[in-house]
């Protein structure tokens, strides 16, 4: 207490005393009525002061969470008026604190704080609900919530609610940077709006409807706000009761049954509110909602046919049993509608393993048979989404799957080799699962199809290299010294690769390993941020990066990269070749485009010169100027052109 009320002290000592007394008095407050009166004014008088306000604030949420619901009776209002004007404040982690406080305060003592200065809390957090700080939103729409949810708060706080804070929800839920937290604290918003009786369903429902329509000001709403709306119109349905919800359900059938030609934002939004609601609850009841769903996929709008995958697979998803078999029947089936209905399975198989869910035995039988089925597909975007079907199951079932898709590597068919290969690539993701100890030991199959004769199957083999880098360097890191070798000969140009095409009039090269060689580049930059004490810089940077270094425009970019981090992370291995790197550098910031060039190939030229600059930039940095000749005089040009230099300026200043 005596150093609580000592002002004469260092600014670190009266923020612990302010902790320290918050401390104790939320542990020992039962056993100091007598002492509360005198020190928790002390407190109240430091959230005063600019300088202690902030930990004054936190001690005061500590005091409110304790379970002994401490007498604070004598300082309640005050701290509460305090409070609610501190959201007003510029300072973010004071408005952060003041909120999380105001939170703890109406759970533990909604009681005695009554509704006026809740309606004055509503006003004030209104104006932090927005897309330019989405914590601070996400934190205001949760106490709105707890304020809501609180049975003392009178008529008026809900009519508050509905004219301060509901008109910034809607606007935020326009926003395409809303997602995590923020995105659930709304849909809690608008299903405690439902509950609080204060705003009728209809006029919600209507209300979120309508932000999906283009605005005068903002244009057409963002893909990802229609996601937002859907899921906000889902919670809300669902909050009303099963009357609501299946009057809302016929609606949205409605809008698909009608000419699907005309109005596809009506119908891209509707398909999307179908998914959440039926990822929710079960749809059943509703005669072939899944056939009117599958008719969407024949609209002449890619959205609406993306949409209506997504409702498909997450209809699926409240009711496994009726709707897998219908999905996995059209898929073998209709052939035309192929693509579309292995996306509704992912939603499926995605659903289940972020929600931890088990599928029967049976289910992934049938789903791993046919899936394999397909592995051999013409369709590129056949394979990709079978290959990521097959990498999130295997995250649900490893046991069965890594067996089977270890099986697969000796395929004759290429296509089903390279297909299992991106599967595995999917199921490396970057928390922990059940998969990891049993691909650890069998991942080196995978990997090692890196040599395998067929461009397809080893740059499939890289990018499952890359991610486990990105993801999980732990399980491949005793592989690294077989896998660089056969890394760094992925990123050579290969003769055997490059083929004429006759169009006529003209001859028109293309080059089948580039996608090849620029993976393989972004796997080595990948692999420098994640296991540099496994590669040798040496071997890699002449030949492999300098034949990169003098390579196609999207070789080149990331080479430019890769340079940079081994300037700075091994000096000493670039400053023993840097003669040879500094030739290609030079040709690429000189380089000029045809005369006739169109502009994408112009500002492509200009990306890349710009990308060889700051290469350069970190070369000179190293040497200081004085290890090359060459560097020396390249550095002198930059200095003479007026173009480069400025360019290489505004470089130096990022």
């Known amino acids: 207490m005596s150093r609580l009320t000592n002002q004469d002290q260092d600014q670190e000592v009266k923020e612990c005393a302010i902790s320290c007394m918050g401390l104790v008095v939320s542990t020992f407050g039962d056993h100091l009525g007598a002492e509360l ?6 407190l109240v008088d430091r959230m005063g002061n600019e300088i202690t306000r902030l930990t004054a604030v936190k001690a005061f ?49 909604g009681d005695k704080i009554g509704s006026a200065a809740y309606e004055v809390i509503v006003v004030e957090l209104s104006t932090l609900i927005s897309d330019s700080d989405l914590h601070m939103a996400a934190l205001a729409l949760e106490l709105c919530c707890t304020l809501m949810a609180d049975k003392r708060s009178g008529p008026n706080v809900g009519l508050t609610v509905r004219n301060k804070v509901l008109p910034q929800a809607l606007t935020l839920i326009r926003s395409s940077l809303l997602q995590g937290q923020a995105l659930l604290a709304l849909r ?7 509950y ?31 996601f937002s709306i859907a899921q906000c119109v889902a919670v809300l349905c669902l909050s009303a009761g099963d009357k609501k919800c299946s009057s809302t359900v016929n609606m949205l059938t409605d809008i698909l049954k009608a000419d699907s030609s005309t109005n596809s934002a009506k119908q891209h939004l509707s398909l999307l509110c179908l998914g959440e609601i039926g990822r929710r609850k079960d749809l059943s009841s509703h005669d072939h909602i899944e056939n009117i769903v599958i008719e969407s996929f024949q609209s002449p709008f890619e959205e609406i046919k993306s949409a209506a995958s997504y409702a498909l697979g997450n209809i699926a998803v409240g009711n496994l049993p009726r709707y897998l078999p219908f999905i996995l029947d059209k898929i073998d089936n209709q052939q035309k509608k192929q693509y579309l209905l292995l996306h509704s399975l992912k939603e499926v198989i995605v659903r289940q393993s972020v929600d931890k869910a088990e599928f029967d035995d049976s289910s992934v039988d049938k789903i791993t048979k046919l899936l394999f089925n397909h592995c051999e597909s013409d369709e590129e975007g056949v394979r990709n989404v079978v290959a990521e079907c097959l990498g999130k199951i295997a995250l649900i079932e490893p046991g069965k799957l890594v067996p089977a898709l270890k099986e697969r590597t000796s395929s004759p068919a290429a296509f089903t080799r390279a297909t299992v290969v991106i599967a595995v690539k999917y199921s490396i993701v970057e928390r922990q699962e059940k998969i990891d100890e049993i691909l650890y030991p069998e991942i080196s199959t995978f990997l090692m199809l890196i040599q395998d004769q067929d461009r397809h199957v080893r740059r499939a083999a890289v990018l499952a290299l890359s991610t486990a880098a990105h993801n999980k360097p732990n399980l491949i890191k005793s592989l690294l010294p077989e896998l660089l070798p ?44 994640s296991c540099l004490d496994q590669v040798n810089p040496s071997s890699f940077l002449v030949p492999y990066l300098l034949s990169g270094l003098d390579d196609h425009y999207d070789v080149k ?80 040009e930059i200095g003479k052109s007026k173009t480069l230099s400025e360019k290489y300026s505004s470089i130096r200043n990022e």
């Not at 009166?37 to 002390?42: A, G, K, N």
């Not at 809690?188 to 439902?194: D, E, I």
């Not at 095409?501 to 090269?509: A, E, I």
């Open 37 to 42: 009166p005198s020190c928790l004014p002390v």
């Open 61 to 109: 949420a500590v005091i409110a969470a304790s379970p002994l619901h401490i007498d604070l009776s004598c300082v309640l209002e005050h701290v509460i008026s305090e409070l609610t004007a501190f959201l007003r404040k510029a300072n973010r982690a004071l408005r952060q604190a003041t909120l999380g406080t105001l939170n703890t305060l109406i759970v533990g003592y």
């Open 188 to 194: 809690n918003f608008f299903t405690a709006l439902v």
């Open 196 to 226: 609080s009786a204060n705003t009728s369903f209809d006029v919600l429902l209507d209300s979120l409807l309508s932000a999906a329509k283009p605005s005068a000001q903002t244009g057409a709403v963002a893909k990802q706000a229609l």
């Open 486 to 529: 056969l890394l760094y000969d992925q990123t050579v140009i290969k003769k055997e690769l490059i083929r004429t095409v006759d169009l006529g009039p003209f001859k028109h090269t293309v080059d089948d390993g580039l996608e090849l060689r620029k993976a393989a580049f972004e796997c080595v930059d990948t692999l420098l941020d």
């Open 557 to 636: 970019m990331p080479c430019h990269l890769i340079l940079s981090k081994l300037a700075d992370k091994c000096p000493s291995a670039v400053l023993a070749v840097l003669d040879s790197l500094v030739d290609p550098l030079h040709k690429t910031i000189n380089f000029r485009p045809k005369q006739d060039a169109v502009k994408q190939e112009v500002d492509r030229n200009e990306d890349m010169i710009r990308s060889a600059l700051r290469a350069i930039a970190s070369l000179n940095q190293i040497s200081g100027g004085d290890c090359s000749h060459k560097l020396k005089n390249l550095m002198n």
